[in-house]
C-alpha cells in the first residue's frame, strides 16, 4: 500500500513598506522568515511580487514590491541593436554599441520606441503583457514612498559620497548612462541614469517625463523635459 504524505506551506509577504522579508508558515505551526533576496530565485504560482519572476523574449525579470506597487527590480533589455523606426520590431541601444552593456545595465530606447509608438499614458509599450509603463502618478508615488531619495532607488554599489546607494526600496538602480540625443554619443555611464515615464510633456518643444538619479547626490530629477530622442532606460510596472 501507497501512503502519500503531503507538507503544506503557506507563504506570507510582510506588508510593510517595501515587502523585504517573507514568512514561510509550515504546517504545524513552526515558521521561517526569509529575506526576499534569499528567495527570489524562486518562481512562484500564483505571481507573488518580490518573489515571482518574469520570463519575457528569452530573458529572466526579478520583481520588486514597494509599498502597493510591483516593479522589474532590472532594467528591460528587448529588442535588438537597430536605428528605432515603427516598423513593428522593438530597436534598442546598448551603451557605447557594446552588448555586454546591455546585459549588465539593460538596452537604451527612444521613448517613442519604449511606447511602440502609442502615446496614450500607461500603455503596455515595449513591456510584457500585464505590465506597463508607468504613468506620472505612479511615477511620484514611487518618488513618495521612498522620501525623494534617490539613494534609496540605488543599488548598494552605485554612486559614492552623498549620493551612496542604499538601496532600501529594493528597486535596485544602476547608473547606466544614457545616448545622446544630440550627438548621438553616448554618454554618463557610472554617473547618472534616467528612466522613461510613459507620459508627454506639454513644453512647447517635443518633451516627455522621465525619473533620473545622479552618481553624488541623493537627489532625483523627476517631471517633464526630456528630449523622448534620447536613449533612456526603461522599467516596467505591473497593471
Known amino acids: 500500500m501507497k501512503i502519500l504524505f503531503l507538507f503544506f506551506v503557506v507563504l506570507t509577504v510582510n506588508n510593510n513598506l517595501f515587502s523585504q522579508s517573507v514568512v514561510i508558515n509550515k504546517f504545524g505551526g513552526s515558521k521561517d522568515t526569509l529575506a526576499v533576496a534569499d528567495v ?15 520570463k519575457y523574449e528569452g530573458r529572466i525579470y526579478r520583481t520588486i514590491q514597494v509599498g502597493t506597487q510591483c516593479w522589474f527590480k532590472d532594467n528591460l533589455n528587448v529588442g535588438i541593436m537597430h536605428l528605432p523606426a515603427n516598423d ?5 541601444y546598448c551603451y557605447a554599441n557594446d552588448t555586454n552593456n546591455c ?10 520606441e519604449a511606447m511602440k509608438y502609442v502615446t496614450t499614458e500607461g500603455t503596455q509599450g515595449i513591456c510584457p503583457s500585464g505590465w ?4 506620472e ?6 518618488l513618495s514612498l521612498v522620501n525623494n531619495d534617490g539613494n534609496a532607488l540605488k543599488r548598494e554599489d552605485q554612486g559614492s559620497g552623498a549620493g551612496q546607494g542604499t538601496n532600501t526600496s529594493g528597486f ?3 547608473l547606466a548612462g544614457a545616448k545622446d540625443y544630440n550627438d548621438g554619443n553616448f554618454q ?4 547618472w541614469s534616467s528612466f522613461y515615464v510613459g507620459k508627454l ?15 553624488n547626490t541623493n537627489v532625483i530629477t523627476f517631471g517633464q523635459g526630456a528630449i523622448p530622442d534620447w536613449g533612456l532606460s526603461v522599467r516596467c510596472i505591473k497593471n
Open 40 to 54: 527570489d530565485s524562486i518562481t512562484f504560482l500564483p505571481f507573488i511580487c518580490g518573489l515571482s519572476k518574469i
Open 137 to 142: 502618478a505612479e511615477a511620484q508615488a514611487l
Open 132 to 135: 506597463h509603463m508607468p504613468t
Open 103 to 112: 546585459t549588465i545595465y539593460g538596452g537604451l530606447y527612444y521613448w517613442y
Open 201 to 215: 510633456g506639454s513644453c512647447g518643444y517635443s518633451c516627455v517625463y522621465s525619473i533620473g538619479i545622479i552618481n
Open 188 to 191: 554618463g555611464l557610472g554617473t
Open 88 to 92: 513593428g520590431i522593438i530597436d534598442k
Open 172 to 174: 535596485s538602480a544602476l
